[in-house]
């Protein structure tokens, strides 16, 4: 069994910064060879990705954060991050992070942060 908990979320303004963390925890698995990723749900919209990197830290964007948010990863704490800056109001949303554990071919998520940007 692996847990995600994700922290760092809160109210910005516009333009501000936020980092994210998202802590992973469990006994079957090792960290650093399972790609992650971080998502983001907006109320009433479907969950959408915001960034992924692999095991070898190769990252993937939105078009919509590209330039604005920079994903990264400890292997040695076991934690990903997720620095956000420029944020705008429509980055608004519950932030997930995932892991996917090779080993076990299984997908599992963190509960959730809440990112709000003021205007």
């Known amino acids: 069994q692996v847990q995600l908990v994700e922290s760092g979320g809160g109210l910005v303004q516009a333009g501000g910064s936020l980092r994210l963390s998202c802590a992973a925890s469990?006994?079957?698995?090792?960290?650093?060879?399972?790609?992650m990723g971080w998502y983001r749900q907006a109320p009433g919209k479907q969950r959408e990705l915001v960034a992924t990197i692999t095991s070898d830290s190769t990252t993937n964007y939105a078009d919509s954060v590209k330039g604005r948010f920079t994903i990264s990863r400890d292997n040695a704490r076991k934690t990903l991050y997720l620095n956000m800056n420029s944020l705008k109001p429509e980055d608004t949303a519950v932030y997930y992070c995932?892991?996917?554990?090779?080993?076990?071919?299984?997908?599992?998520w963190g509960q959730g942060t809440q990112v709000t940007v003021s205007s």
């Open positions: 995932n892991i996917f554990v090779t080993v076990s071919n299984t997908l599992y």
């Open positions: 469990g006994t079957i698995f090792i960290f650093s060879r399972n790609a």
